[in-house]
């Protein structure tokens, strides 16, 4: 597609119910970041996918957050037993390559989850 | 560890002035610089990519540069308007394994009519 899509933008989940959040990267780009806002605060990493070499998950905060890719395209990052601290906007990023070519990141619009 | 930095963490301006937002990094040893633009509830739109052997990117208004040696950057809007209120975002992208952008703060532009 044209950017990188997101859904759903907005989701409210009863604390300890699971979620899944999607991002659609562009086309043909072979790297897929997601990140995490809090309300007033910076941008976090969680993980990194880039093209078929294992996913760099060290910013995952607990084991109740996972993802994967499926076919180098599409992530799914999901939340198990969703938490009041895990309401935030999460944002996924792809790029055309690996860092040393020196692309930049294209973001999605968010999906901005409330944990009640 | 590579921290960025903003500063001002919000600054007010009035419609027609111009206007610098400062970004500072601690480790020079970087791929690229890219600015973003974050309107409230939404994602990040990327403003400038500058590359680590580049001294400067212009687009429209804005101009931005890079001293990699001092670890600085600078983002120049010209003739500022309402449209440009939003949170400006400074990102380098590490060498050396991490792969992935180190985020500023940011700082929350308003731009009075």
């Known amino acids: 597609g044209a950017g990188v899509s997101q859904s759903p933008s907005n989701k409210v989940t009863e604390k300890g119910k699971d979620v899944e959040l999607r991002c659609d990267p562009i086309?043909?780009?072979?790297?897929l970041y997601w990140y995490r806002q809090s309300l007033g605060q910076g941008l976090e990493f969680l993980i990194y996918?880039?093209?078929?070499?294992?996913?760099?998950k060290s910013g995952l905060p607990s084991d109740r957050f996972s993802a994967e890719r499926t076919g180098g395209s599409v992530s799914t990052l999901t939340i198990q037993r969703t938490q009041q601290e895990d309401s935030a906007v999460y944002l996924c990023?792809?790029?055309?390559?690996?860092?040393?070519?020196?692309?930049?990141?294209?973001f999605g619009s968010g999906t901005r989850l409330t944990v009640v | 560890k590579q921290e960025v930095t903003q500063i001002p963490a919000a600054l007010s301006v009035p419609e027609g002035e111009n206007l610098v937002l400062n970004c500072s990094f601690t480790?020079?040893?970087?791929?690229?610089l890219q600015w973003f633009r974050q309107d409230p509830g939404k994602g990040l739109t990327s403003l400038l990519l500058?590359?680590?052997?580049?001294r400067e990117q212009t687009s429209g208004r804005l101009n931005a540069s890079l001293d990699k040696s001092s670890g600085r950057s600078t983002l120049y809007i010209a003739a500022s308007q309402p449209g440009d209120s939003a949170t400006y975002l400074c990102?380098?992208?590490?060498?050396?394994?991490?792969?992935?952008?180190?985020f500023g703060k940011g700082t929350k532009l308003t731009v009075n009519p």
């Open positions: 990023a792809s790029s055309l390559g690996d860092p040393g070519g020196g692309y930049g990141y294209t």
């Open positions: 480790d020079s040893a970087i791929y690229n």
């Open positions: 996918f880039q093209g078929n070499s294992a996913p760099d």
């Open positions: 990102a380098v992208l590490p060498q050396g394994g991490s792969e992935k952008l180190v």
């Open positions: 086309s043909g780009h072979t790297a």
């Open positions: 500058i590359q680590s052997s580049q």
